[in-house]
Nanobody, 114 residues
Framework: QVQLVESGGGLVQPGGSLRLSCAGSGFTFNTYTMTWFRQPPGKERELVASIGRFGGTNYADSVKGRFTISRDNAKNTVYLRMNSLKPEDTAVYYC????????WGQGTQVTVSS
């Protein structure tokens, strides 16, 4: 039973920071690339960042230099540290494990507002 559980979202002022966590279970965590997506209200889902099994990372241009993805395989957890947050970062953030089938977490809300 594959499960992905996100946590760490909340309300933050512009310029602030948050760290999201995604805890995985029910699969061999260290063999999979893990990915963060987000969906702003009324907009399409978009890829934010990914991290491969050997630690290689990729970022959307909109978050490059502000967000950092990392993983702790001993804890079966992937993180997304978000700095210098902007109102346009407001979205539901989802953790995703690719594959057939792919799996998604329930999402965690991030709201950036003054």
């Amino acid at each position: 039973q594959v499960q992905l559980v996100e946590s760490g979202g909340g309300l933050v002022q512009p310029g602030g920071s948050l760290r999201l966590s995604c805890a995985g279970s029910g699969f061999t965590f260290n063999t999979y690339t893990m990915t963060w997506f987000r969906q702003p209200p009324g907009k399409e889902r978009e890829l934010v960042a990914s991290i491969g099994r050997f630690g290689g990372t990729n970022y959307a241009d909109s978050v490059k230099g502000r967000f950092t993805i990392s993983r702790d395989n001993a804890k079966n957890t992937v993180y997304l540290r978000m700095n210098s947050l902007k109102p346009e970062d407001t979205a539901v953030y989802y953790c995703q494990r690719p594959g057939t089938p792919e799996y998604w977490g329930q999402g965690t809300q991030v709201t950036v507002s003054s």
